[in-house]
């Protein structure tokens, strides 16, 4: 929503430089991490798209929700920043429509009128933060510090399932039937009997599941199980010889 100008966010003219890489004005952690900044009000956004960039952060403007909707995944932000009350669609409607996306985009929200409901949802929804305006530039570093974190985090464990799923897909019905109870804490002579081969055929499976998956330990075999999920052993044990 629209404030009296300089009322968003308390930045001088004279923005301080991070320390430590002061020639390129690049803060320590930044990276050039891409950051959305979505309000109506003009003065807000030029004030924290400069102060982003003055701590290395690539900032892009965005007057509204659905300007950003249009562009997310050309741009697709490390993080958003967005005000709740906007013409259109409120910040609770874009939070919601990001959160249909198939990657997280952690959101820091600011507003001039909050109130304890609304924050309690934003807080349900996923938010990083809700500062309220006036706020200072430390806060606003901090959060997206935070959202940048847990973007980081989220792309890190969506690699890792992509590559399990990658190895689990190099194996065959039977391996994947012998991970499954090698995980479910079973020894070789119990899958054996469950399965009906021999042991010594069991030991040939197990041995090409720790090398096709590329561990050493049940420990790390029950992990990577873990991540995939039950929906995802279906998918990948579907159409597979048993051999």
Known sequence: MTQPQGAALR?????PRPRGNAAEGVAPGSGGSRIAIVDD????LRSIARLLAIHGYVARPFSSPESLLAEIGSFAPDCVIADLSMPGLTGLELQSKLAESDRAYPIVFVTAHGDIRT???????????FLTKPFEQAEL???VGRAIARSIRSRQ????????????????????????????GL????????LGISEKTVKVHRARVMRKMGMRSVAQLARAAAELGSDGWNEQGSDRSFV
């Open 41 to 44: 009000d003009p003065g807000v």
């Open 119 to 129: 924050s309690v949802l934003a807080m349900r929804g996923g938010a990083v933060d």
């Open 11 to 15: 930045v001088a003219e004279d923005v």
């Open 157 to 184: 464990q969506a690699e890792r399932l992509a590559q399990v799923r990658e190895r689990v897909g190099s194996l065959t019905g039977r391996e994947i039937e012998v991970y499954k109870q090698v995980v479910s």
């Open 141 to 143: 570093l901090d959060a």
């Open 187 to 194: 020894l070789n002579k119990q899958i054996a009997a469950n």
